[in-house]
């Protein structure tokens, strides 16, 4: 057996163990304070954790870059190098971006906490106990659940990896696809990275399992509130504190390197800050990077917009369980725990064949990063689409039937019309993850085709400069809007 794919692949384990040890207890603890406390500003606290769910990696891995890494602005004052690099880089900003995803599950599990054994339960012990006793033990699956998202996340990411020299199976699945076959030689060499990938599909099983919908109602109209007394403002400066670590300081790097000055003076450099000049290369980014936005939002739009297709036809299926759920969730799981650069590979493999159509398809249209991007944002349109239809009155449908509606007819005319706010969550969330993917599409973008991600990625390379700080900058300008456009359409 190749002991370098054994060594990447415990590369992996430890990546995705120190992520999920370190975003896990903080993503919790924030989740349980902004939804069962009452501390000042968690509105607020909610709106950002929101926000930054659609921030793609690449974008939190500049933003940190700008700052704390190869020519940020720290890098720049100290005449070092920078401390964000290597490992210790890796787990910061994986953990970092995976904070909010622990809160939003775990937050949903601190709401779904039975109040009644609560309330019960404070008849005979405090608050503490309570909490310990009653509130964790059912809040552990969800907790269990985040973790295993994070874990999935991590593995088969490969951005922050590749820009900080870790080497995990994923970051070498891409390597040695762009570069090489690295990973030894022998069908046996691939067995550990056979094995990881299966780990992680039945990890994506059991997680698509947890999310899909269930018979049991379950209701987020209300919940107990713990009241914090003379704890409250301190937790909020210390909630307060740590968001502007998470979501502060990266955008502030940003901002700083965007609008930094560097003049030649007689006794050297001279570095200052102006804001005409980071407002007006933020607003002029997208122009000069217009020909890159314009195939991101082209391939993004297609692939959400099939996405949608496909999972209104899943769901529907699904929306009655039993065996009918399961190409829904097989599909899910697979296309949710598949690794980007698997995916990239597997294209190649389908695409790059002797065969006229197959070589036009692959070399001179969007046709492959148009599927890969397909199978990476297709399980959130699926659960949100699934989530909304099994919600239909059954006595709707019925009465459709009596009046000759055959089922197609009964989705397209009697469904789906009242549904359109989902559809049109389902796009827009699609469409983000689809704007920010880079591990599948990257691998096989034809000639003369590059998307933002992509050329963002190769400039993280050498550095944010102004140029990168200012196109990211308008790019989570960007993400903001559409998270505020999905709030507002997902509270109809």
Same mark, same amino acid.
């Given at each position: 057996m190749d002991e370098r794919t054994w060594s990447l692949v415990l590369n992996t384990l430890l990546l995705t163990g120190a992520t999920c040890a370190v975003s896990v207890p903080l993503g919790t603890a924030l989740g349980w304070v902004l939804s069962r406390t009452n501390v000042p500003g968690k509105s607020l606290g909610m709106a950002v954790v929101?926000?930054?769910?659609?921030?793609?990696?690449?974008?939190?891995?500049?933003?940190?870059?700008?700052?704390?890494?190869?020519?940020?602005?720290?890098?720049?004052?100290?005449g070092g190098d920078g401390w964000l690099e290597g490992w210790p880089g890796t787990i910061w900003v994986h953990s970092m @971006? #995976?904070? &909010?995803? /622990?809160? +939003?599950? *775990?937050?949903?599990?601190?709401?779904?906490?039975?109040?009644?054994?609560?309330?019960?339960?404070?008849?005979?012990?405090?608050?503490?106990?309570?909490?310990?006793?009653?509130?964790?033990?059912?809040v552990l699956p969800a907790v269990g659940l985040a973790a295993l998202w994070v874990a999935i996340f991590t593995s088969g990411e490969i951005t922050v990896t590749d820009m900080f020299g870790v080497r995990t199976y994923a970051e070498e699945l891409y390597t040695s696809t762009?570069?090489?076959?690295?990973?030894?030689?022998?069908?046996? @060499? #691939?067995? &550990?990275? /056979?094995? +990881?990938? *299966?780990?992680?599909?039945?990890?994506?099983?059991?997680?698509?399992?947890?999310?899909?919908?269930?018979?049991?109602?379950?209701?987020?109209?209300?919940?107990?509130?713990v009241r914090l007394g003379r704890w409250r403002w301190p937790t909020a400066v210390v909630v307060g504190v740590f968001l502007l670590l998470l979501a502060g300081v990266p955008l502030g790097n940003l901002i700083y390197k965007a609008g930094v000055l560097v003049t030649q003076t007689d006794v050297g450099r001279e570095r200052s800050w102006s804001f005409v000049k980071c407002v007006t290369m933020t607003v002029e980014s997208p122009w000069m990077y217009q020909r890159e936005f314009g195939w991101s939002l082209l391939i993004a739009a297609v692939a959400a917009s099939v996405a949608v297709v496909v999972a209104v036809c899943l769901a529907w299926l699904a929306r009655r369980g039993g065996w009918r759920s399961w190409p829904a969730l097989l599909t899910a799981a697979v296309c949710l725990a598949l690794p980007g650069p698997l995916v990239g590979i597997g294209l190649i493999h389908l695409l790059n064949r002797d065969n006229p159509l197959l070589i036009y398809l692959y070399d001179n249209t969007i046709t492959a990063p148009f599927l890969a991007l397909l199978v990476k944002s297709l399980p959130i349109s699926l659960f949100v689409m699934w989530h909304s239809l099994a919600s239909v009155s059954r006595e709707m449908l019925d009465s459709a039937a009596v009046d000759g509606a055959s089922p197609l007819m009964r989705m397209v005319k009697v469904v789906l019309p009242g549904r359109l706010w989902a559809l049109a969550v389902a796009w827009l969330l699609a469409f983000a993850l689809a704007l920010g993917e880079l591990g599948a599409s990257i691998l096989v973008v034809p000639p003369g085709v590059e998307t933002l991600s992509i050329h963002i990625f190769g400039l993280l390379h050498y550095g944010v400069e102004d140029r990168v700080a200012a196109i990211s900058l308008a790019l989570i300008g960007m993400f903001s809007v559409l998270g505020v456009v999905v709030y507002r359409l997902s509270k109809k």
């Open positions: 929101g926000l930054l769910l659609l921030v793609p990696l690449y974008l939190q891995t500049a933003a940190w870059q700008a700052g704390f890494g190869l020519q940020g602005w720290l890098a720049m004052h100290t @971006a #995976a904070v &909010p995803w /622990v809160a +939003l599950i *775990a937050g949903v599990g601190f709401r779904l906490v039975e109040p009644k054994l609560e309330e019960q339960a404070l008849l005979d012990a405090s608050e503490r106990q309570v909490f310990f006793r009653v509130t964790m033990p059912g762009a570069l090489g076959p690295r990973l030894g030689e022998g069908p046996m @060499a #691939a067995l &550990p990275g /056979v094995v +990881l990938t *299966a780990v992680i599909l039945l990890g994506g099983l059991v997680l698509c399992g947890r999310l899909m919908p269930h018979n049991r109602p379950l209701s987020l109209r209300w919940c107990r509130i």
